[in-house]
């Protein structure tokens, strides 16, 4: 593909740094639940691999779940309405429901997705994001924990892609309007 590795502008953030503030993250969960049973819960496809490293590092007992809510439709600009396209199977009056999330950008994703999930009265639900842009917010809406603040830049890699691509960088970073 032309021009595949231009579009990739600086590292924002490292794999050490990923890695570091996903052990805190982890800790934060066996913290709140104190041995009671989670289901983690993934929105696809953007939160794949923060996914799976943070299950690594919860020890309290651990179902996994995905989601996936669209809506990014125009390459880099949000739409604005939002879709779920895959739900969860689980009966969730049973389950503490944490949500993990690549990116909170305009906030209408999650607001969606909670306000749905609430209404499905599970015993508890958190929101944990990777990346927080809240000056891109369009809803009001704050995550439990965010791992990460970051500019109002459009980012690439460690799940996050642009036009489906980049997702498998181990690392995150900018990408070249
Ligand atoms: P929101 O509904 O506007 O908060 O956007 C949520 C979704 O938009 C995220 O889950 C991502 O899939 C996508 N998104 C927002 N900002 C970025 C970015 O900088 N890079 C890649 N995807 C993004
Ligand atoms: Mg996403």
Redesign the pocket.
Known sequence: MKNYKSKIKNTLITEEEIKEKIKQAGEFINSIYDGNPILLTG?LN?SFMFMADLCRNVTVPCEVGFMKAS??YNGTV?AGN?SITLDLAQDISRYHVVIA??????????KEVTEILRKRNPLSLHVITLLD?PSRRVVDFKADMSLFTIPD????GYG???GEYYRNLPYIAEYKE
């Open positions: 929105i953007g809506s990014y949000s939002v999330e690549d990116i909170i950008d305009t906030g209408r994703t999650l842009k830049k459009f980012v690439i996050l892609d642009c």
